[in-house]
């Protein structure tokens, strides 16, 4: 479903007929990651994001972001209903969000407070509710679907 909705918007931007030199689109955009700059106070940030989802062991680092497209310096990553609930709150409650002040956060919070119910819906299917291996690996067995 996530794939569908983003496609659509792919292809209301791509119908807007917006100038391409102006706003070039860039669909699933990647960005490689520098470990360098987790080095000390990123390192810190992160640890305390692992603690706030009582991961076990040490935090997992990615070597490439995906974003499902880019304009410009913009990156674009879609969030649905699975996206919004207590777990993602609590990582917005860390010092990551407070150094870098992303202007959407207060209300990605809202949202996690809001439609937790409507997030336990959309993540009843075994697959999306236990995740990849990776997420039994750093955070324990899940719980039933539902629960």
């Not at 983003?6 to 990647?30: G, S």
């Not at 439609?115 to 997420?135: D, N, Q």
């Amino acid at each position: 479903m996530h794939n569908f909705k983003v496609n659509n918007l792919i292809e209301i931007l791509h119908k807007a007929e917006l100038d391409k030199d102006d706003f070039p689109l860039e669909e699933n955009f990647e960005v490689r990651t520098n470990r360098k700059f987790l080095e000390g106070k990123g390192e810190e940030m992160l640890k305390q994001v692992f603690d706030s989802l009582e991961g076990r062991g040490k935090p997992s680092l990615l070597d490439v972001l995906k974003f499902d497209f880019k304009i410009n310096r913009y990156l674009f990553l879609y969030d649905d209903e699975i996206h919004f609930n207590r777990y993602r709150l609590n990582t917005l409650k860390t010092a990551v969000y407070e150094v870098f002040s992303f202007q959407w956060s207060d209300s990605h919070k809202r949202l996690c407070r809001t439609y937790e119910k409507e997030c336990l819906k959309s993540g009843m299917s075994e697959r999306v509710w236990t995740g990849p291996p990776l997420a039994s690996k750093l955070f324990g067995k899940g719980e039933p679907p539902g629960e």
